[in-house]
């Protein structure tokens, strides 16, 4: 059973790595996300994870190695932070388990984003003994209806089970996806957040990354005009962006910036699906399944015969994505080829 990480140990996980940077005067990421599988047991309406046959599933998980040479490597970077990310994580069982044990062992913060539709009270038990830090429930509505699998409705037995968690230490919060399919759930989502007292974070849906097989999937059409906003959608973005400012100040407990959503309805009154303050390979990085670098979904850096290439297409980088790439690059002899 690993030793779960003390106050001393979860601050200087988030506080660390910004404190070193300004020292240093280098950029040290504050927290990596380690995508251990594209893989996924629901298919949400808006997701661009299209994966879901069980034989491409068991070919999309990360093996314990490569997380451990990538959480090294991590840390040795100074960043103390690892959110195990998807698909659905929990699709790997026990490797999960081994994985979150051994960044526990070298106490990093470790959290868990999942659907929870696998979990059990006996992988709830592995994962505290292993030391899980936070689970981050995804919950896209309240009733189960077509196109949203993350539904409180599916796994309310879980939820209630999870939430006990807190009494032995372990930190649990909510994200939910806005789009248009449900841009009327988030009020009853927000007011369930606030009646069970954990946080949430609440994320505008934005495009597929560029070069991933879903731009020419048959349904990304649908896709795109079924859950993505336009201009059209401005008159309700605005008033539940402004719904959510006003519980935010009131003291529910919203754990984006005010000015995400004043952001968000400056993009979609725009018309633009881009355009964040983006600090990819500066706050945060990426490593997939493969123990593939990189600094955000768009910008996968792969070797082919020696030499690093792109997913992405040259005229949608910016000078931003620029700066991750040359990171990436920095860093280049992490990349491994399978």
């Not at 931003?320 to 040359?326: R, T």
Request: glycine share 6%; proline share 4%; net charge positive.
């Amino acid at each position: 059973m690993a030793r779960r990480l003390n106050t001393f140990e979860l601050a200087w996980a988030f506080i660390g790595p910004k404190i070193k940077s300004s020292i240093f005067k280098k950029s040290i990421p504050y927290w990596f996300f380690l995508d251990v599988t594209t893989a996924c047991n629901k298919r949400c309406g808006y997701c661009y994870v299209i994966e879901t046959k069980m034989k491409k599933v068991f070919e999309r998980m990360i093996d314990f190695e490569t997380a451990k040479k990538s959480i090294d490597y991590m840390y040795q970077k100074g960043c103390r932070h690892v959110a195990i990310m998807g698909g659905e994580p929990m699709l790997l069982g026990d490797t999960l388990v081994e994985i979150i044990e051994y960044a526990t062992s070298k106490r990093m913060f470790t959290y868990l984003p999942t659907n929870l539709t696998l979990m059990s009270k006996l992988f709830l038990k592995k994962l505290i003994r292993a030391g899980i830090c936070l689970i981050d429930v995804a919950i896209d509505s309240i009733e189960k209806r077509k196109g949203f699998d993350k539904n409180l409705q599916e796994i309310n037995d879980q939820f209630e089970m999870v939430l006990k968690a807190r009494k032995l230490g372990v930190y649990i919060k909510l994200n939910s996806v806005i789009t248009r399919q449900n841009i009327d759930d988030i009020h009853q989502l927000v007011e369930l957040s606030h009646k069970k007292g954990v946080p949430i974070t609440l994320h505008w849906i934005d495009g597929p990354p560029p070069g991933t097989r879903l731009l020419q999937h048959e349904q990304y059409e649908w896709l795109q005009t079924s859950w993505h906003f336009t201009k059209e959608d401005y008159p309700h973005v605005e008033q539940i962006a402004n719904w959510l400012i006003k519980k935010k100040y009131a003291g529910y407990w919203i754990l984006n910036p005010v000015w995400y959503f004043e952001q968000m309805k400056k993009l979609i009154l725009d018309g633009k699906h881009s355009g964040w303050n983006c600090t990819a390979g500066e706050n945060t990085v990426l490593i997939n399944y493969k123990g593939q670098f990189a600094p955000c979904l768009n910008l996968v850096c792969k070797q082919v015969n020696g030499e690093l290439s792109l997913r992405m297409p040259f005229h949608l980088i910016t000078i931003k994505c620029v700066n991750s790439l040359l990171y990436a690059i920095k860093h280049a002899h992490l990349v491994q080829t399978h």
